[in-house]
């Protein structure tokens, strides 16, 4: 199957700094890639879309100023959590898809926030 | 109303046995696709197995199978000869063809299978 990386895995940053994620497709080029939040043992919670050269479509409740997502070209895009908290801490992951509607999803490996 | 419904929050399995996850679904676009994931506790999201609303036959991968009932909007996954392994989350998910590119995913069932 088609590869996406993610990096970092991990991140420990302290509260009031910035943390940028990456999401990467190896091997195809990405139309849409999404970006998930998950809780412990909770499923997946979409936080945007974003299509390449477009502005990311945000999920109600998700502050767009916070998560600043940018969608460069066919094969990455970026989150950036801006002034992270405590609050911020949880895993984040992203998903990128090829054109077609019935493709799958192919997930990066996920990043481990710590916010202290 | 949840696109997406998982109703078994933890299974459990024997070794070499065959186990049934439940997942239903909810739409009214023609036009869909199915999907299983596996989430083991490193966290990634590994593809198993896609059925499309289309499709005539169950799909099948290796030891994976979709029992697609279209009438009843139900798409279970069954794991035969489950393995060690297969200790996991598995989180059904759809995407409608009318209204865009949304992923809907469900609660997940942990499995967990028994030696």
């Known amino acids: 199957g088609a590869v996406v990386s993610q990096h970092p895995s991990w991140v420990i940053c302290k509260s009031g700094t910035s943390v940028k994620i990456e999401c990467r497709s190896l091997?195809?080029?990405?139309?849409?890639m999404f970006w998930y939040r998950q809780f412990p043992k909770q499923s997946l919670m979409l936080m945007a879309t974003?299509?390449?050269?477009?502005?990311?479509?945000?999920e109600q409740g998700v502050e767009k100023d916070k998560f600043l997502i940018n969608h460069a070209s066919l094969t990455l895009s970026t989150l950036t959590v801006t002034s992270a908290h405590p609050e911020d801490s949880s895993f984040y992951i992203c998903?990128?898809?090829?054109?077609?509607?019935?493709?799958?999803?192919?997930f990066g490996q996920g990043t481990r926030l710590t916010v202290v | 109303a949840q696109k997406i419904t998982q109703t078994q929050p933890g299974m459990f399995v024997q070794e070499k046995e065959a186990v049934t996850l439940d997942c239903t679904y909810d739409?009214?676009?023609?036009?869909?696709?199915l999907f299983w994931y596996k989430q083991p506790s490193s966290g990634e999201m590994i593809f198993l197995i896609y059925q499309g609303s289309y499709d005539q036959q169950n799909a099948t991968e290796g030891r994976y199978s979709l029992n697609f009932q279209k009438a009843r909007k139900s798409a279970n996954l069954v794991i035969s000869a489950s393995q060690l392994g297969d200790s996991a989350m598995y989180f059904c998910?759809?995407?409608?063809?009318?209204?865009?590119?949304?992923?809907?995913f469900g609660t997940g069932t942990s499995l967990t299978v028994i030696p």
């Open positions: 974003s299509n390449e050269g477009s502005k990311a479509t945000y």
């Open positions: 091997d195809f080029q990405a139309t849409t």
């Open positions: 739409t009214s676009d023609p036009s869909y696709g």
């Open positions: 998903s990128a898809t090829r054109a077609g509607w019935v493709t799958e999803a192919f």
């Open positions: 998910a759809m995407r409608e063809g009318g209204t865009g590119n949304q992923f809907y």
